[in-house]
């Protein structure tokens, strides 16, 4: 591992509280991962990627703004990543996984704020993620009230721009979502000073897609009864592609995909025939919230797939490429992005469709439906998806947690009690 600690000190990190982090996140990911039995070979990229999570990709994007490049951090998949990159910047992900964060969000924010929001905010203000170091401007959105104030707080000394989310799904609203979209395309040439032409935004919608046929290449090998990869792996694949790459993460996930599908043919599979397969819904998992698939998978069952942004989600859909003018291309991306169901549209039978679909499609045998606390919209949209589930016949299970351990006890209980209900 390469010693990146000159990098975070000219970066102004607090050194001394990032090394507490650095201690407790390789014990963390050895319990999780590491303990795990006949994982794919192919999995030791995202083992390298994780243990240098804040030194190899950082030192990346460090070395694309020394030769004149920008550099965005995004919160949000509604976020259209392909108008960055077609402006020869890159977009990254930002930290919010962990409760090594979240106090340092409460000193600015409520207590009763979803704990993503807390650790974002406390991951900057403590200095202790480079990515919210390195990146030039933020890209916020308006998917809830949390995040809306949490972004004047996080605006008050690095250039924000917001991207306004309609709550509908009407014709107007994808039109107004492509007017945003627009804007925002303005508002990236300016910040960069590179023009974003109809050629580099095919080449980047292409790009983006490449990833995203590279998840539902994964996704689709999940669907099989012998399952070659565990959820808690694939879970981490999708925290990673958040973050890495877009080129080198398609490169690596589609070589992982062609080891999977041999264990495919080969009857490998990381669990016992007649193991219980968990869809989980909800809401997002950041890197490094591993709890509830590392519950799951050490009390007898197994996740098969994730109806989350860090999921299907991300990758479902892709943008049409065979538009060859930017306005077409814009109103391309509007459509696309408007298709992902996310809690804070009224009305979301959609998403309640996705989940039975998914269901059906995975061969799930159960749903955790899962609610980081105090969020209020995938929590009262908990009723109606839990409703829809009991009428459709598919057992379901509500949780609510947060990123602390205390209540991982309870927990297993309530999961053990579930799959063994689902055994009898």
Same mark, same amino acid.
């Given at each position: 591992?390469?010693?990146?600690?000159?990098?975070?000190?000219?970066? /102004?990190?607090?050194?001394?509280?990032?090394?507490?982090?650095?201690?407790?996140?390789?014990?963390?990911?050895?319990?999780?991962?590491?303990?795990?039995?006949?994982?794919?070979?192919?999995?030791?990229?995202?083992?390298?990627?994780?243990?240098?999570?804040?030194?190899?990709?950082?030192?990346?994007?460090?070395?694309?703004?020394?030769?004149?490049?920008?550099?965005?951090?995004?919160?949000?998949?509604?976020?259209?990543?392909?108008?960055?990159?077609?402006?020869?910047?890159?977009?990254?992900?930002?930290?919010?996984?962990?409760?090594?964060?979240?106090?340092?969000?409460?000193?600015?924010?409520?207590?009763?704020?979803?704990?993503?929001?807390?650790?974002?905010?406390?991951?900057?203000?403590?200095?202790?993620?480079?990515?919210?170091?390195?990146?030039?401007?933020?890209?916020?959105?308006?998917?809830?009230?949390? +995040?809306?104030?949490?972004?004047?707080?996080?605006?008050?000394?690095?250039?924000?721009?917001?991207?306004?989310?309609?709550?509908?799904?009407?014709?107007?609203?994808?039109?107004?979502?492509?007017?945003?979209?627009?804007?925002?395309?303005?508002?990236?040439?300016?910040?960069?000073?590179?023009?974003?032409?109809?050629?580099?935004?095919?080449?980047?919608?292409?790009?983006?897609?490449?990833?995203?046929?590279?998840?539902?290449?994964?996704?689709?090998?999940?669907?099989?009864? +012998?399952?070659?990869?565990?959820?808690?792996?694939?879970?981490?694949?999708?925290?990673?592609?958040?973050?890495?790459?877009?080129?080198?993460?398609?490169?690596?996930?589609?070589?992982?995909?062609?080891?999977?599908?041999?264990?495919? +043919?080969?009857?490998?599979?990381?669990?016992?025939? /007649?193991?219980?397969?968990?869809?989980?819904?909800?809401?997002?998992?950041?890197?490094?919230?591993?709890?509830?698939?590392?519950?799951?998978?050490?009390?007898?069952?197994?996740?098969?797939?994730?109806?989350?942004?860090?999921?299907?989600?991300?990758?479902?859909?892709?943008?049409?490429?065979?538009?060859?003018?930017?306005?077409?291309?814009?109103?391309?991306?509007?459509?696309?992005?408007?298709?992902?169901?996310?809690?804070?549209?009224?009305?979301?039978?959609?998403?309640?469709?996705?989940?039975?679909?998914?269901? +059906?499609?995975?061969?799930?045998?159960?749903?955790?439906?899962?609610?980081?606390?105090?969020?209020?919209?995938?929590?009262?949209?908990?009723?109606?998806?839990?409703?829809?589930?009991?009428?459709?016949?598919?057992?379901?299970?509500?949780?609510?947690?947060?990123?602390?351990?205390?209540?991982?006890?309870?927990?297993?209980?309530?999961?053990?009690?579930?799959?063994?209900?689902?055994?009898?």
């Amino acid at each position: 591992m390469a010693d990146y600690r000159k990098m975070w000190e000219d970066l /102004g990190m607090d050194l001394e509280t990032h090394d507490q982090l650095c201690a407790v996140l390789p014990q963390a990911f050895g319990d999780v991962y590491l303990s795990q039995e006949n994982r794919p070979e192919g999995m030791d990229y995202y083992n390298m990627v994780v243990a240098d999570i804040h030194g190899i990709r950082p030192a990346e994007l460090i070395e694309h703004q020394k030769k004149g490049g920008k550099v965005f951090g995004t919160f949000c998949v509604y976020v259209p990543d392909e108008i960055v990159f077609a402006a020869d910047a890159i977009a990254t992900g930002l930290c919010g996984g962990s409760q090594f964060w979240v106090p340092g969000g409460e000193k600015v924010l409520p207590t009763n704020t979803c704990p993503l929001i807390k650790a974002s905010v406390g991951a900057r203000l403590d200095r202790t993620c480079p990515f919210f170091r390195i990146a030039d401007m933020y890209v916020g959105e308006t998917t809830c009230d949390g +995040k809306k104030k949490a972004w004047e707080i996080l605006g008050e000394d690095v250039p924000i721009h917001i991207m306004d989310l309609p709550q509908m799904k009407r014709a107007k609203d994808i039109k107004a979502w492509a007017e945003e979209i627009e804007t925002f395309k303005n508002a990236v040439e300016t910040f960069t000073g590179n023009q974003i032409t109809a050629e580099k935004l095919s080449e980047s919608i292409k790009l983006i897609n490449g990833k995203r046929r590279a998840l539902e290449r994964l996704y689709e090998l999940r669907k099989n009864e +012998k399952l070659p990869i565990s959820g808690c792996d694939a879970l981490l694949i999708s925290q990673i592609a958040f973050y890495d790459d877009p080129g080198r993460f398609t490169k690596m996930t589609n070589a992982l995909c062609d080891e999977l599908e041999q264990r495919v +043919k080969d009857g490998v599979s990381v669990v016992p025939a /007649g193991t219980k397969r968990i869809l989980l819904t909800g809401t997002p998992l950041a890197i490094p919230n591993w709890k509830l698939h590392n519950i799951v998978e050490t009390s007898g069952g197994i996740v098969v797939c994730e109806e989350m942004c860090t999921g299907t989600r991300y990758f479902e859909h892709l943008v049409d490429e065979t538009k060859t003018e930017v306005p077409e291309q814009i109103e391309a991306l509007a459509e696309r992005y408007m298709n992902i169901n996310c809690a804070c549209f009224t009305p979301n039978t959609g998403r309640i469709d996705d989940i039975v679909r998914l269901a +059906k499609e995975y061969k799930a045998d159960g749903i955790i439906d899962v609610n980081l606390k105090f969020c209020n919209l995938y929590d009262t949209e908990g009723y109606l998806v839990e409703r829809a589930l009991k009428d459709a016949g598919i057992p379901v299970l509500g949780i609510e947690t947060d990123y602390t351990d205390s209540d991982a006890q309870q927990l297993r209980t309530r999961v053990s009690a579930f799959i063994e209900m689902l055994n009898n």
